[in-house]
Structures are given as C-alpha cells and as structure tokens.
T-cell receptor, first 112, second 117 residues
Framework: QKEVEQDPGPLSVPEGAIVSLNCTYS??????FMWYRQYSRKGPELLMY????GNKEDGRFTAQVDKSSKYISLFIRDSQPSDSATYLC????????????FGAGTRLAVHP | EAQVTQNPRYLITVTGKKLTVTCSQN?????MSWYRQDPGLGLRQIYY???????DKGDVPEGYKVSRKEKRNFPLILESPSPNQTSLYFC????????????????FGEGSRLTVL
C-alpha cells in the first residue's frame, strides 16, 4: 500500500463551485502534511501546509486533517479558472523533513 | 529572481547515449533533490543532497548518477539511458531548518521532459 493515495481525477467543476480534494495516508507517525499546486508545464509549488490536528485556512483554501480516518482534504471555495491545476498532497517520512512523499496528484479543471 | 533552473527543458535521445540534465539554484539552499514524475505514480525521488559532497539515494536511483561539487549545482547523469527512463524530471531545492525554511517547502524547477527511444 502506498503511503499517500490520491484520486487522479480529472475533476471538472464550474466556476464558483466548492471543490474538495482528498488524500488518504497509511502511516500516522508524522506531524504535518502539505498541499502542492502544479500548473501545466510548470514545477509544483507549495500551496499550504498543516499540522496533523484540525484545519488551516488561507483565503479561499482550507486544509483539513482527519486523523481518525487518515484523510487529508483541501477545500477550494468560489473556485476560479485560475485554480485549474494538478494538486498534490505530500508528507515527510519519519526522519526526513524535506524528503517528501507525494500523492499521484488530482487534476482539477474549473470551467467558466 | 530566486529560481531553480534546469536544462534542457526538452530532450529526445536514443538508448545508450549518455546525457546530463543540469540544475542550478541561486537561493543558497543546502538541500537539493531530483524527482521524476510519471502518470499515476506521481513524484518519486531519485537522489538528494544535503550539502556539498553529500549525496544519497532516493526511492528510484537505478540508472542515475548525481554529483554535488558546488552548492548551487546538482546535475543528473544518465550514463546509458533506456526507454523506461522516459519521464518528466524535476530538480528541487530547499533551505535547511537553520536557514529559515518553511517546513517541507521545496522549490522546483520547471521540469525537463526526456524521451528515450
């Protein structure tokens, strides 16, 4: 079983919709998670990170961790066409803060 | 402008012809890493370097070599490329915790798409 699993999509939504992107993880022995965003033909960039307790909000984006079900979620409110990208969840393995383990990524398309 | 620069961005080569993908960062980061990205598999780490002259294998190192002679450069070498190395490659760098890093923040280059025929 992969340490981080993510539905690859694609996910297509109309502009203004609330988007929910999800990952599951198998090893709970770490403190935090990250979401990266990757635009087409670009490298990933860090979008948000959150510690393994509760929610973190940043503008239209909310990252949520549910430890009981081992679920990581990213919610996008009032989605915009500029949000169209691939979203990757990531976590560090035990003992390696920057040796990240990435999910496969979910491709999101927001159409006008 | 702070950035990670990879070259070439696109390359088509043939089996067995040695090639090097260069990576350079201008942010004085200590940590550098190479990933490959394949559909359905996501980003997988090939090699990483914690500092100059310190390199270590990632999850998929077979068929690749790296070197870290200078802090800013971290080239990826394919001595004898094979078709299963056809992929999108990303170089990334990160400051160490002592350099004020945001936890887990990697700075990626724009990618190098390699096709091995």
């Amino acid at each position: 079983q992969k340490e981080v699993e993510q539905d690859p999509g694609p996910l297509s939504v109309p502009e203004g919709a609330i988007v929910s992107l999800n990952c599951t993880y198998s090893n709970s022995a770490f403190q935090y998670f990250m979401w990266y965003r990757q635009y087409s033909r670009k490298g990933p960039e860090l979008l948000m990170y959150t510690y393994s307790s509760g929610n973190k909000e940043d503008g239209r984006f909310t990252a949520q961790v549910d430890k009981s079900s081992k679920y990581i979620s990213l919610f996008i409110r009032d989605s915009q066409p500029s949000d169209s990208a691939t979203y990757l969840c990531a976590k560090p393995p035990r003992g390696g803060y920057n040796k990240l383990i990435f999910g496969a990524g979910t491709r999101l398309a927001v159409h006008p | 402008e702070a950035q990670v620069t990879q070259n070439p961005r696109y390359l088509i080569t043939v089996t067995g012809k040695k090639l090097t993908v260069t990576c350079s960062q201008n942010m004085n980061h200590e940590y550098m890493s190479w990933y490959r990205q394949d559909p359905g598999l996501g980003l997988r780490q090939i090699y990483y370097s914690m500092n100059v002259e310190v390199t270590d294998k990632g999850d998929v190192p077979e068929g690749y070599k790296v070197s870290r002679k200078e802090k800013r450069n971290f080239p990826l070498i394919l001595e004898s490329p094979s078709p299963n190395q056809t992929s999108l490659y990303f170089c990334a760098s990160s400051p160490s915790p002592g350099q004020g890093a945001r936890t887990g923040e990697l700075f990626f280059g724009e990618g190098s798409r390699l096709t091995v025929l």
